[in-house]
Nanobody, 118 residues
Framework: QVQLVESGGGLVQAGGSLRLSCAAS????????MGWFRQAPGKEREFVAR????????VYSNSVKGRFTISRDNAKNTVYLQMNSLKPEDTAVYYC???????????WGQGTQVTVSS
């Protein structure tokens, strides 16, 4: 069964940190660049970060650059998002997906909720 399962979200105060994980199954994980996306209430889903299949290249949105770090462990079929210096505007449901978006792992997973209090 192909799927992506996100975890690691929670409630944190502004300035705090969280580490998200996304476990992939059913495909050759290292063949795919992976990304993190987020959707805040009432807003469209937006790009957060992307990492190449071998982990050698990363891209970040301007809103998280310098605060978030994307990484991956292909042996564990897992992609991570280390989030530091969190701000209330980072509050959203966070999703992982191939980047560019494909149907390789089916549709979007359930995501993981991140809530940053001020």
């Amino acid at each position: 069964q192909v799927q992506l399962v996100e975890s690691g979200g929670g409630l944190v105060q502004a300035g705090g940190s969280l580490r998200l994980s996304c476990a992939a199954s059913g495909r050759t994980f290292s063949s795919y660049a992976m990304g993190w996306f987020r959707q805040a209430p009432g807003k469209e889903r937006e790009f957060v970060a992307r990492i190449s299949g071998n982990g050698g290249s990363t891209v970040y949105s301007n809103s998280v650059k310098g605060r978030f770090t994307i990484s991956r462990d292909n042996a564990k079929n897992t992609v991570y998002l280390q989030m530091n210096s969190l701000k209330p505007e980072d509050t959203a449901v966070y999703y992982c997906q191939t980047a560019p978006i494909t149907s390789a792992y089916g549709g979007w997973g359930q995501g993981t909720q991140v809530t940053v209090s001020s």
